[in-house]
C-alpha cells in the first residue's frame, strides 16, 4: 500500500503564508514526479505546480512567483510554500505522486485526501 497525507492547510488573511506538506508513506520503491492539485468550491481542479525526481518544478501562471514547491526525497515528502496568498487561492489542495512500488517497475498515481486552505479577504 501507498499513502500520501497533506498537512499544512488552515485560514490565513490575504497577503500571509502557508506550507502545505504531503508525505508518502508504504511500501514504496521510487517516487517520480509530485504536483499539487487544487479545487474551489464551484471550480474544476486545477494544476498549481510540479516538481520532478530531478528537482525540475513547474508551476501554473496564477501562483508562479509566490509559491514554491520542493522536495525531500530523504522523506518522501514535498512541501508547497504560499507566500502572497490571495482570496482567490482558496480550495482544497491535493497532492498526487507517481510512484512506483517496492521490487515493481510499473508507476501508479497516488493522491492524497486534500488539505483546505481559505484566504479571507
Known amino acids: 500500500q501507498v499513502q500520501l497525507v497533506e498537512s499544512g492547510g488552515g485560514l490565513v488573511q490575504a497577503g500571509g503564508s502557508l506550507r502545505l506538506s504531503c508525505a508518502a508513506s508504504?511500501?514504496?520503491?521510487?517516487?517520480?514526479?509530485m504536483v499539487w492539485d487544487r479545487q474551489a468550491p464551484g471550480n474544476r481542479r486545477e494544476w498549481v505546480a510540479g516538481i520532478t525526481s530531478e528537482g525540475s518544478t513547474n508551476y501554473a501562471d496564477s501562483v508562479k512567483g509566490r509559491f514554491t514547491v520542493s522536495r525531500d526525497n530523504a522523506k518522501n515528502t514535498v512541501y508547497l510554500q504560499m507566500n502572497g496568498l490571495k482570496p482567490e487561492d482558496t480550495g482544497v489542495y491535493y497532492c498526487k505522486g507517481t510512484i512506483a512500488r517496492k521490487g515493481s517497475a510499473f508507476f501508479y498515481d497516488y493522491w492524497g485526501q486534500g488539505t483546505q486552505v481559505t484566504v479571507s479577504s
Open positions: 508504504g511500501t514504496i520503491g521510487t517516487i517520480n514526479s
